[in-house]
């Protein structure tokens, strides 16, 4: 198994939207891929424009088949109306060669690990998991 995590994070008060959009539009889309068993949006419970978008494939071929196919860009486009404005600038020439500081686009983060050891339990169903807490710890 193999699990692929994509942080992002949206525009203040625009939570409650993204969540119906990732339920509605990009869960659907992302779990109908060959060999996705699962996608779901968590959120940081600290920092509630911080999520990520949580998926289990059942191999590596599979994720990235789905990332290089195209399918993967054309649903980070869809996201671009939520996510946050980045804090970094760039300087740059304009068309009518004005010289402006324009904000350098947000691109969420992909990570993604091989699953090394897991329990017996099954991948959870989509009832479940609306009640469930996440809790991801890292080095």
């Known amino acids: 198994m193999y699990m692929r995590f994509v942080k992002l994070r949206v525009k203040p008060g625009m939570e409650a939207a993204y969540e119906r959009f990732y339920r509605s539009e990009v869960g659907p889309a992302v779990q109908e891929n060959s060999g996705c068993l699962f996608a779901h ?3 940081d ?3 509630t ?3 990520i978008s949580l998926s289990f494939w059942r191999s590596r071929d ?3 088949e789905y990332e290089e196919s195209g399918r993967y860009s054309a649903l ?5 109306p939520f996510l946050d404005d980045s804090s970094e600038f760039k300087m740059q020439l304009t068309e009518d060669l004005t010289l402006a500081y324009m904000p350098v686009p947000t691109e969420p983060k992909v990570e993604a690990f091989d699953v090394a050891a897991a329990s017996a339990e099954s ?3 989509e009832q479940t998991v609306e009640h469930m807490h996440i809790r991801i710890v890292a080095g």
Request: glycine share 0%.
């Open 76 to 80: 980070v486009e869809r996201h671009r």
């Open 123 to 125: 991948i959870p169903d």
């Open 62 to 64: 599979d994720a990235v």
């Open 41 to 43: 949006a968590i959120q």
């Open 49 to 51: 424009t911080a999520f």
């Open 45 to 47: 419970e600290v920092d």
